[in-house]
C-alpha cells in the first residue's frame, strides 16, 4: 500500500515550528532586533515569546487538521469556516503576496550570504534608471540577484515536477 502515514511525531512537529519560526529571519535580522529592543537579552525575550505563540499556533492548527483532514491546510479551514469566497481569496493571497514574499526574502539572504564568499557577485549586470536604488539611487540588478532568480526558477521547476 503506497499511502504516507498521517502523523507527526512530538519531535517532528516541534522541528517544523522550529524551522518555520527561525527560518532565514535569524540570519537577516538579529542586528536590527538589537538596535530596536535595546540588549541582547531583550531579543532573547522576544524570539522566546514569539516562539512560544508560534507554537499555540501549531497546536491550533493540529487541532484544525484532526476535525478537518482534507489536503490544502488554511484554504480548507477558511472555506468550512466562512465560504468558498474566503478560501479562494486566501489561495490567491498566498499565491501573488505571501508565499512570493517569503520566496524573495530567502533569495535576498541567498545572494547577501553568497556575496560574502564570492564578492564578485556583487558586481551590477546592469542599472535601471529610475530612483528606486538605495537613497533614491538608480536601481542596480547584480549578478548574484540574477542567479538567486534562477535558484528559484530551478527549484519552482523540481517543485513542480515531483507534484
Known amino acids: ?4 502515514k498521517r502523523d507527526l511525531g512530538i519531535w ?11 527560518g532565514s529571519g535569524i540570519f537577516r535580522v538579529p542586528q536590527t532586533m538589537t538596535q530596536n529592543a ?11 515569546v514569539g516562539g512560544i505563540l508560534t ?7 493540529a487541532e484544525l487538521a484532526s476535525m478537518l483532514p482534507g489536503a490544502g491546510g488554511e484554504y480548507v479551514y477558511l472555506t468550512e469556516a466562512y465560504g468558498p469566497l474566503w478560501g479562494y481569496l486566501y489561495g ?14 530567502l533569495a535576498t539572504a541567498f545572494f547577501e550570504y553568497s556575496g560574502n564568499f564570492f564578492p564578485e557577485l556583487e558586481h ?13 539611487a538608480p536601481l542596480c540588478v547584480r549578478d548574484g540577484q540574477l542567479i538567486a ?5 530551478l527549484l519552482a ?3 513542480s515536477s515531483g507534484v
Open 124 to 136: 551590477a549586470f546592469f542599472q535601471i534608471p529610475l530612483p528606486r536604488g538605495e537613497h533614491g
Open 149 to 153: 532568480i534562477v535558484v528559484i526558477m
Open 12 to 22: 517532528a512537529a516541534v522541528s517544523i515550528v522550529v524551522g518555520t519560526v527561525i
Open 1 to 4: 500500500m503506497n499511502e504516507l
Open 157 to 159: 521547476l523540481v517543485n
Open 38 to 48: 535595546g540588549s541582547v537579552e531583550m531579543v532573547f525575550a522576544v524570539w522566546i
Open 92 to 105: 490567491w493571497t498566498q499565491m501573488w503576496v505571501a508565499k512570493s514574499g517569503s520566496i524573495a526574502t
Open 55 to 61: 507554537m499555540a499556533g501549531a497546536l491550533t492548527y
